[in-house]
């Protein structure tokens, strides 16, 4: 989860270091300075579990080890849960004290000519948000399993995977060394590196003077590696195009289209991994485009151009930050115009998204309460169901996605089509990313906003960023020639919303008072089993497809600690907002000029620089 900003080799140091360590190997082989190695082994596919063998060096005496409580996601997830025994040993084989000072932390004595620490961890979190082991594959996201030296976390480090099953073949973007090792250049870099282990299919193809590695593990049945390098080949060209840059030699593309339920995308420096369920790329192969484009542009925008407020990681409590709304919610918007620009997504469609992604916002009566900065601060409730209610929460993807739009048209306005989100980003780029400085925040965004547009946009972040004023929809899209006409229409009413944590249950997070639902006794809390006779989506409304007022529904829940039971009533109805952006009545030439600069996500004067 941590950027490092060099897309070249190890410094020369470092190098030299590791070629002499890698003549050690083994318990006699410690190495008398540099950096940590690991050795997992896979010795146990079948339980989940991992041998995890950390070899420290030299150094002082007493050493602390960390467990990082969270990676991925912004969630506490205590991976220490997993964890169990722990033990060390000396370069002679001899016992060594540990010490556990935490949940996550422990301490070993007596460590001053290195040691050896041991311990084994169950693994069992499948998706690009866990790390797992399984008969079938094994995937990491290493800080889930892989504790740090606490005075040793910014020096390189080498780690190799040993008992793999014959067959396995190892991918990663960390730099392979001989004899099956990969080395990083900090703990940082190292978990920032997903790794793949299996019998995947592989395919790399060169764009834009960069090189890039796709690795598939599914059902070869399930997806065509020629459809996607075509489509990857298309997102990276326009992707670069768009940010003027390539800040990397190599990137690796991640896939896995499972079966089961869950899914989404995890950004990296150098890599992405994506789960997509083999049925919804089947049905919906856009959504692969649209994920690969917004993981893709996070290379930049979170990993590169980072907030101040998650640097450094602290990987043992919450990280705070304010600026979620623009690292996630406007990497959507750069991926929407991202598509447009490669020709995978055309005009219609992307006015339609947008007026989708407008309704969505004004049916969360949490907007009126809860800002942008806010939700980006609350992220890490949202694995918590009661905090999902549309009343209590917005989502600042959602909302993120709809201020760097409205960013860009306020932008375009106040420098007369000179500047677009795209001068936006390329500023932040230059001024933070490639100075190796993080950004402060929404004030970062604000001063690369004003510095490209020479203009005060600070009412911009007063109301709709720091703030929950409502935003002005048609005064933004006016500048582009379109407005927002409003609808109402008729539609199914289960009496429920319902959504899930990444990998949890389904959990009911609004019953709507005095309806059918209600009546039958659905709660706030209850996990949602089966609706009728399914297995129920990514959120309610998956579930309840094709369902018209009148409709019968059989939901099968458990409440609280009560054992399973099943409620039945009848779908209500209820008046559903609806938005279309349409042409206004008379475009003019300028409106029309700004529109065109707008879906090619460019300035309408090309600056001679
Ligand atoms: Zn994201």
């Given amino acids: 989860m941590s950027p490092f900003r060099t897309s070249g080799s190890a410094p020369r140091h470092i190098r030299a270091a590791q070629i002499l360590l890698a003549l050690f190997s083994g318990m006699a082989g410690i190495p008398a300075c540099a950096s940590t190695s690991y050795t997992l082994s896979l010795a146990n596919p079948e339980k989940h579990l991992v041998q995890v063998q950390i ?17 991925a996601l912004y969630q506490v997830r205590d991976f220490a849960q997993y964890v169990n025994s722990v033990g060390a040993k000396d370069r002679a084989g001899q016992p060594l004290p540990v010490r556990q000072l935490n949940p996550s932390r422990w301490q070993i004595s007596g460590a001053e000519r290195g040691a ?16 797992e082991v399984s008969m079938h594959h094994a995937f990491f996201n290493l800080a889930q399993v892989l504790m740090y030296p606490v005075d040793g976390r910014n020096e390189a480090m080498r780690v190799r995977f040993n008992l793999i ?29 997903p790794v793949e282990i299996g019998t995947f299919q592989e395919a790399d193809f060169e764009e834009g003077g960069g090189h890039f590695r796709v690795v598939v593990d599914a059902d070869p049945g399930d997806y065509s590696m020629e459809t996607i390098t075509t489509m990857l080949h298309k997102i990276v060209g326009s992707a670069m195009s768009w940010m003027d840059d390539r800040p990397f030699q190599s990137y690796m593309f991640l896939y896995h289209f499972p079966h089961g339920p869950g899914g989404g995308g995890m950004e990296h420096s150098y890599s992405t991994a994506i789960a997509l369920n083999a049925d919804t790329l089947a049905g919906f192969p856009e959504m692969l485009t649209s994920v690969t484009a917004h993981e893709f542009f996070h290379l930049w925008n979170v990993k590169r151009i980072r907030p101040q407020t998650l640097e450094p990681v602290d990987y043992t409590k919450e990280n705070y930050t304010r600026a979620l709304w623009f690292s996630e919610g406007c990497t959507s918007t750069a991926a929407d115009l991202i598509q447009l620009r490669a020709g995978v997504l055309d005009e219609r469609g992307f006015e339609r998204a947008l007026s989708s992604a407008i309704a969505e916002l004004e049916q969360r009566p949490g907007h009126a309460r809860q800002s942008a900065e806010e939700s980006s601060l609350d992220a890490w409730l949202e694995g918590y169901a009661y905090y999902r209610n549309p009343d209590r929460s917005i989502s600042y993807y959602n909302k993120g996605e709809l201020l760097g739009i409205m960013l860009d048209l306020a932008v375009r306005e106040a420098s007369h089509g000179q500047a677009s989100l795209r001068e936006v980003f390329q500023w932040m780029n230059q001024n933070y990313a490639k100075k190796g400085k993080y950004f402060p925040d929404s004030n970062g965004v604000r001063d690369a906003a004003e510095a490209v547009s020479q203009a005060n946009l600070g009412w911009f972040f007063e ?10 929809w048609n005064i933004f899209f006016k500048g582009v020639g379109l407005h927002l006409v409003e609808g109402k229409s008729t539609v199914a009413d289960a009496g429920f919303a319902a959504s899930r944590n990444f990998d949890g249950l389904m959990r009911v997070t609004a019953v709507t008072a005095g309806g059918e639902a209600e009546k039958a006794g659905l709660q706030v809390g209850d996990s949602i089993l089966e609706i009728n006779g399914r297995a129920p989506g990514q959120d309610s409304s998956q579930g309840l497809g094709g369902l018209r007022p009148g409709d019968p529904l059989a939901v099968k829940l458990r409440s609280g600690r009560s ?31 700004r529109r065109a600069a707008w879906l090619r996500g460019e300035a309408e004067v090309s600056k001679t620089n």
């Fill in 165 to 193: 099953p014959k067959e396995w073949r190892v991918a990663t973007p960390l730099n392979p060394l001989p004899e099956g090792e990969f080395e990083a250049e900090s703990y940082d870099q190292l978990v920032d590196s």
């Fill in 563 to 593: 054992t399973e039971r099943e409620l039945k009533w009848k779908a209500g109805k209820r008046e559903e907002v609806s938005y279309e952006l349409q042409d206004n009545e008379t475009i003019t030439a300028e409106q029309r000029i």
């Fill in 55 to 71: 070899l420290l060096s030299e150094g002082s005496p007493e050493r602390e080890l960390q467990l990082p409580v969270w990676n």
């Fill in 463 to 472: 109301k709709y960023v720091a703030g929950t004023e409502e935003i002005p």
């Fill in 116 to 131: 050896v620490v041991e311990y084994e961890i169950f693994v069992d979190s499948p998706g690009p948000f866990g790390a």
